[in-house]
């Protein structure tokens, strides 16, 4: 009953209100919606159990898993590359991602990234792997960072159960030290009295003065100390399309109750209305629908009326239709789901959903450097603690790569070479115009190789043929 109660605890009174939400609650908010099935549930047996009136409303049009997913499956779209030019730093990534399995936790990494707005990536040292670790935000506790966005201090408080007893398991770090303690305080106890730490280590006997922590913003509000989800900013809009679709089923459709009503006309002879007549084969102390929806013939004066109201329900279905449409203007991903099944080229992908990939890319771009910086800190640490055999070092830039994680609605290679050809035909370097064009560096290098030896041959053609003159 946590999150209903901080629910009701903000300040609109409001259980559907995201206003000044704490950020765990926050958390819990979103992880619901994403659900969906029993998104309104809790809120509503909690009000009725405090006489507090909250309207019936089902999760019939939420779309935040839709919205979710399609981030998902854009950015993991294809497998992980490291690009760098040192062949040890290259093998010693490889391995590294494989203890930690990304190829499977990535999905979860970006998820988790693109529906609460945070995603903590620890770097966890086993003396004989390296690998990683996804810490859920709303157990951060506390953290700083720095102009950078480095974790320059963190408290992670995690509730455990052990031997039917619960416990808080609680990770300080700083930039010179980490400390872990169990206890049976809350996650408000200061630091320094939850007592002896099970656990103290200075930093530098690891070789590191950082906190093997880092942190990825889906999209970075100023006016907010932690990241912003890709549909915060649109709950209120998905409340509304909820309410106005609930209300329209509602009237059009009444579940397991009767949907016919019979009446009568007719008085007796002192005015006062007689009862409706009794109908052979229902239960008349109750309805008069018929199971088998056969026809019903009833007396003169007396007539059957539908309790559906008869409203121009192809109206009201445009004004919810209106509403999902601006949603979509904030949500412009949603697109995605109505395109035509038929094949549509990277191009036109791209012109269609150019609001979308705006927001895309952003998230790309810092899911892409967060793992960069993960790998980094575990080539550092892989090198002082004797787990990958390397050189070089963090600060000189020996350990920076590039990882590429696959185009966002690539061109297909015949639009790829239909687009050089023009750059080229309109006088721009062979090179450049592959740039314009989507490809890869890779190919571009090679392609350049290629340019080179050709260039080669042909200077020494010319020389042999001049020097044959």
Not at 81 to 107: A, D, M
Not at 109 to 129: E, P, W
Not at 450 to 469: C, G, H, M, P, V
């Amino acid at each position: 009953m946590g999150l209903i109660n901080n629910l009701f605890k903000n300040q609109t009174d409001n259980p559907f209100s995201v206003v000044d939400l704490p950020f765990r609650t926050m958390y819990e908010k979103l992880e619901e919606y994403y659900d969906n099935n029993s998104l309104y549930d809790n809120v509503q047996n909690y009000s009725e159990q405090q006489s507090k009136w909250v309207e019936k409303m089902k999760g019939l049009r939420t779309c935040v898993n839709r919205s979710v997913e399609f981030y998902t499956a854009q950015i993991c779209k294809k497998d992980l590359q490291v690009i760098t030019n040192n062949e040890q730093i290259k093998e010693s990534l490889e391995q590294f991602y494989t203890w930690s399995n990304l190829e499977f936790t990535k999905r979860k990494m970006v998820r988790q990234l693109s529906l609460l707005g945070d995603l903590f990536i620890k770097v966890v040292n086993t003396k004989t792997k390296i690998y990683t670790d996804i810490i859920h935000p709303k157990y951060l506790t506390e953290f700083k960072v720095d102009h950078r966005n480095y974790l320059t201090e963190a408290r992670i408080d995690i509730p455990i159960r052990e031997d039917e007893q619960d416990f808080t398991y609680t990770e300080y770090w700083t930039k010179e030290y980490f400390a872990v303690y169990k206890h049976k305080f809350s996650e408000t106890t200061k630091i320094e009295d939850l007592g002896t730490p099970l656990q103290f280590t200075w930093l530098k006997q690891l070789g590191i003065d950082f906190i093997p922590i880092v942190y990825v913003k889906f999209r970075d509000v100023p006016s907010k100390d932690r990241g912003a989800s890709c549909v915060e900013h649109a709950i209120l809009k998905i409340d509304d399309v909820n309410r106005m679709a609930t209300r329209l089923e509602s009237l059009l459709y009444r579940h397991n109750k009767p949907i016919f009503a019979v009446s009568s006309s007719v008085v007796d002879e002192s005015g006062r209305p007689l009862p409706p007549p009794e109908i052979e084969g229902v239960d008349n102390d109750e309805s008069a629908e018929m199971e088998d929806g056969s026809l019903i013939y009833m007396p003169g004066m007396t007539h059957l009326e539908s309790l559906i109201p008869n409203i121009n329900y192809e109206s009201a279905l445009k004004i919810l239709q209106a509403a999902e449409q601006e949603l979509e203007k904030d949500l412009p991903e949603l697109k995605y789901y109505s395109l035509p099944s038929t094949d549509i080229s990277g191009i036109a992908l791209r012109t269609l959903l150019l609001g979308a990939i705006d927001r895309l890319e952003e998230a790309k771009s810092n899911f892409k450097r967060g793992l960069e910086r993960a790998g980094e800190i575990a080539l550092t640490v892989g090198k002082n603690t004797g787990v990958f055999k390397i050189s070089g070092s963090y600060e000189n830039g020996d350990f920076e790569h590039d990882l590429i994680l696959g185009d966002i609605f690539a061109q297909t290679a015949e639009e790829q070479a239909n687009l050089t050809k023009l750059y080229v035909d309109s006088g721009i370097p062979v090179i450049m115009s592959m740039k314009l064009a989507g490809y890869s560096e890779e190919i571009i290098n090679e392609t350049q190789t290629i340019l080179d030896k050709q260039n080669e041959q042909n200077l020494a053609s010319f020389i042999t043929n001049f020097n044959n003159q």
